[in-house]
């Protein structure tokens, strides 16, 4: 059964923290993706991966950066964390050349306080 | 601007009944488009997908349709149970090789017993 995993499903940080947001799929899928959803806004996009050490901006990078040592582990950071980056966060994965097969792990929902 | 657009953000309907979801799209290179069910914290998960060369696909009570010319396709669920009671994502993409997807921002449907 494929599984994509989050490392936390609850995560409360102050503001100017460093958070880490760690994704480890086991499927061996080169593709891997970090969203935000938001009441209202749906899903957006804010960085992809498509094989280790690669790495794409979407749609809203500004304040994360991102980290593809290894194959299976995409992690999102937040250098500085801000209030208006209560979220929650979805991780995803695919194989090349099938976007629709994205699967997603359960979300990390981050209060900024 | 929004390319992918879901502009009715809920939806009720009685058990037994057809639930429609509607979706608009403005970027004419899109050519697959997919819906995407979640439930409360949970991950979105993969529920059809329909390309631009067919203006109907089916899987079980699930039917998407597609018109092009109009650029607006929509999810038909027929009979509608509780347990469709989810959000539904409508996405986007250039093509069936594309690795991200444009994610509308959602319809809430709610399946009354």
């Known amino acids: 059964d494929v599984k994509v995993t989050q490392s936390s499903r609850y995560l409360v940080k102050r503001t100017g923290e460093k958070v880490f947001l760690e994704c480890v799929q086991d499927m061996d899928h080169e593709n891997m993706f970090w969203y935000r959803q938001d009441p209202g806004l749906g899903l957006r996009l804010i960085y992809f991966s498509y094989d280790v050490k690669m790495k794409e901006k979407g749609d809203i990078p500004e304040g994360y950066s991102v980290s593809r040592e290894k194959k299976e582990r995409f992690s999102l950071i937040l250098e500085s964390a801000s209030t208006n980056q209560t979220s929650m966060y979805l991780c995803a994965s695919s194989l090349p050349g099938l976007a629709h097969t994205q699967y997603f792990g359960p979300g990390t929902r981050l209060t900024v306080l | 601007d929004q390319q992918v657009k879901q502009n009715s953000p809920s939806l009720s309907v009685q058990e037994g009944r057809i639930s429609i979801l509607n979706c608009d799209y403005t970027n004419s290179m899109f050519d697959y488009f997919l819906w995407y069910k979640k439930y409360p914290a949970e991950g979105p998960t993969f529920l059809i997908s329909?390309?631009?060369?067919?203006d109907k696909n089916e899987d079980g009570r699930f039917t998407v349709f597609l018109n092009k010319s109009a650029k607006h396709l929509s999810l038909h669920i027929v009979p509608s149970q509780p347990g469709d009671s989810a959000v539904y994502f409508c996405?986007?993409?250039?093509?069936?090789?594309?690795?991200?997807?444009?994610f509308g921002k959602g319809t809430t449907l709610s399946v009354s017993s």
């Open positions: 329909i390309s631009s060369i067919k």
């Open positions: 996405a986007a993409s250039e093509d069936q090789a594309g690795t991200a997807l444009i």
